[in-house]
């Protein structure tokens, strides 16, 4: 089978090789896979590791099962979990080591992959491979964002930062639960075609760069119940800033690297719940694609131009997601 590996520089990331196929031991199947989308991450681990599969978002066609399999056949359409072995409950470290396209596990940037049964979720004949394929990552954090611990309630404001991915869904998933969702953004093509799928209030970051501020006008200057952060350091201060005395923030995002100096007194002073998400579990993976969501998806590009799909990430200008076409 043909796969991409990672070859550890920045520029090409990707060789095609041919690797040996492995057929599915007990309680596995073997997808053929159709699509797979880029997330963030997947810059990052570009620049850290060599010769591993890349990608960890994948969907396609069940071509083989392994003794013990009742619950799948060949031909089923599925999508894959973000960490296959973590399909319910507590997280840990071991789930979090089963992550594809990370380190040590494979991805499913290639035509074939051997999975965990427990680990995939059958799509319905309504969602395209492309769609299914943003679903893992970019589709369960958006939900793990807005719906752990304190799922948004009706009538709730949401602040999310950018127009990647996360915010997308979150944004659609969002106007789902009958909320009320500020949206920010560099581009004001993009605030127009996040305004279409619902959002209430759109904020361009560069007009006004004390975009906080704005936010706390908009909400006549108690703050929002809840931020979605896909940033991280350089914009967590202002996010802290622009949510209400007990409410919420949900982080994920390392768009801004990993360290910076972060205002503790404004967590403190006026009780902000700060969650940290790393994508959930299979379980999670299957409540979303329940929901009907329709994945925005920003190009889609053949298996021979996956090279150009990582650059279009780097340089991000897309809105929604990037997906790559893989197979017939």
């Not at 309504?126 to 958006?142: I, N």
């Not at 998806?297 to 990582?310: G, M, R």
Request: charged content about 20%.
């Amino acid at each position: 089978m043909q796969s991409y590996i990672l070859t550890g520089n920045e520029n090409p990331r990707l060789k095609l090789v041919e690797k040996q196929d492995r057929k599915p031991g007990r309680g596995e199947i073997a997808v053929d896979l159709r699509a797979a989308s880029l997330n963030y991450r997947d810059l990052i681990v570009a620049k850290r590791t060599k010769d591993s599969i890349p990608l960890s978002d994948g969907s396609g066609v069940v071509s083989s099962i392994g003794e013990g399999v009742t619950d799948y056949a060949i031909g089923d359409r599925v999508v894959i979990g973000f960490m296959p072995e973590w399909v319910e409950g507590p997280f840990s470290d071991a789930k979090k080591a089963a992550s594809l396209g990370g380190n040590t596990v494979d991805g499913v940037l290639s035509e074939r992959i051997v999975v965990p049964a427990t680990g995939v979720v059958r799509i319905p004949d309504t969602m395209t491979f492309e769609e299914a394929s943003t679903l893992p990552c970019a589709g369960v954090t958006a939900w793990s964002a807005l719906f752990e611990r304190r799922p948004v309630q009706p009538g709730e404001t949401v602040l999310l930062l950018g127009t990647g991915g996360v915010a997308i869904f979150a944004l659609q998933l969002a106007k789902m639960a009958g909320a009320r969702v500020i949206i920010t953004s560099s581009s004001d093509e993009k605030l127009e075609r996040a305004e279409k799928l619902g959002a209430d209030h759109l904020i361009n970051y560069q007009t006004h760069p004390d975009w906080e501020n704005e936010v706390l006008r908009l909400t006549d200057n108690v703050g929002v119940d809840l931020a979605v952060d896909p940033a991280g350091p350089a914009t967590l201060n202002k996010t802290l800033k622009a949510t209400r005395f007990d409410g919420r923030i949900s982080l994920m995002g390392v768009l801004t690297g990993f360290n910076g100096p972060i205002e503790t007194a404004a967590i403190l002073e006026k009780r902000i719940t700060l969650q940290g998400i790393y994508v959930g579990p299979v379980s999670t993976l299957a409540s979303l694609v329940r929901t009907g969501v329709r994945p925005q998806i920003d190009k889609v590009y053949p298996f021979s131009q996956a090279e150009d799909a990582y650059n279009a990430l780097q340089g991000a200008g897309h809105f929604g997601k990037l997906v790559v076409k893989i197979g017939q």
